[in-house]
């Protein structure tokens, strides 16, 4: 059994073959094509999959379904993208132009979202039923994985703790609100943090790269982010009981996870009887495709 996948990125739109074990059987990758809107995106995505699918012996018109990640806040259950700032989309139903185009049953997620699905199915939620997935990147978004299931609350916003308010004073974000976790802890802010201490650096793989030769400025930019995550996954810890913190984005590739382990459980009840555990992604840069794709995958 295949499905079809779509990692519906702000800037990159990869497309993908996906079977029941999570393997990628072909997958192609193109600049978004987002000038033409969501429904240029839908038409694009179905003629690119095509010609992919013939190039590696897939019909299509075979597969189980299209499963498609979203640049966006989205309702999975009702196949609706709510709201993409970057674009000024709004109320799009984009699993039903997926349908009527593919002919396919299709469904849609946040690309958050979409990862955390990808990990509880073929990664580290084979051994873990409660955890908070976070991608630590220019931005920080999670999602929520509750009794082996996504939980996306009343208004499918739920797991944004990237808008936890840690620094009321501290820099401001893009949702309008000073000192969310996304403002001082994702990559522009340890950048923006280095800087001010005065490290030449332009962004935050540049902060990683000096810290990791031993700049003791460029070390405290990061322990400053690592400590504001530390912070915020210390409330999810307390407030939903998990068994681990994932961690995906490129950011996080940089961050002591170890470190951020033990500075979360130093803020956590019971600190002495929990094994809550931060840990990195089992699944690579193709995530969020194989996410997209399971979303259409009988379990
Ligand atoms: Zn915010």
């Known amino acids: 059994m295949i499905a079809a996948g779509i990692d519906f990125g702000g800037t990159k739109l990869m497309l993908g073959f996906v079977d029941q074990a999570g393997q990628i059987l072909g997958q192609q990758t193109f600049p978004t094509p987002k000038e033409r809107g969501p429904e240029g995106v839908a038409d694009f995505a179905l003629e690119k999959l095509h010609a992919l699918g013939r190039s590696r012996g897939i019909e299509l018109e075979r597969c189980v379904g299209v499963g498609s990640t979203v640049p966006a806040l989205a309702n999975t259950k009702a196949g609706m993208l709510l709201y993409a700032p970057a674009h000024g989309w709004w109320d799009v139903p984009f699993a039903r132009m997926l349908e009527e185009r593919f002919r396919l049953p299709a469904r849609i997620a946040n690309d958050v979202n979409a ?136 950011v996080s590739q940089s961050l002591d996870l170890a470190y951020v382990e033990r500075a979360m459980l130093a803020k956590v009840i019971m600190r002495e009887r929990r094994k809550v555990r931060v840990l990195p992604t089992t699944l690579g840069y193709s995530a969020a495709l194989v996410g997209a794709a399971s979303l259409v995958l009988p379990g």
């Not at 939980?151 to 000192?179: K, N, T």
């Not at 530390?230 to 307390?238: I, L, M, R, T, W």
């Open 115 to 250: 990862c955390a699905l990808a990990e509880l199915r073929f990664g580290l939620g084979r051994q873990l039923r409660n955890f908070l997935w976070v991608t630590v990147s220019t931005g920080v978004g999670s999602a929520l994985i509750l009794e082996g299931q996504l939980y996306e609350g009343s208004g499918a916003l739920a797991g944004e703790i990237g808008h936890f308010v840690l620094e009321p004073e501290g820099y401001e974000c893009g949702c309008g609100m000073r000192g969310c976790v996304e403002a001082i802890a994702a990559g522009p802010a340890i950048a923006r943090r280095a800087r001010e201490l005065g490290v030449q650096a332009a962004d935050a793989r540049e902060v990683a790269r000096l810290a990791a030769q031993g700049d003791p400025k460029a070390k405290a930019a990061l322990r400053a982010s690592e400590d504001y995550l530390a912070q915020a996954f210390s409330y999810a810890v307390n407030l939903l009981d998990l068994d681990a913190v994932v961690l995906g984005g490129g």
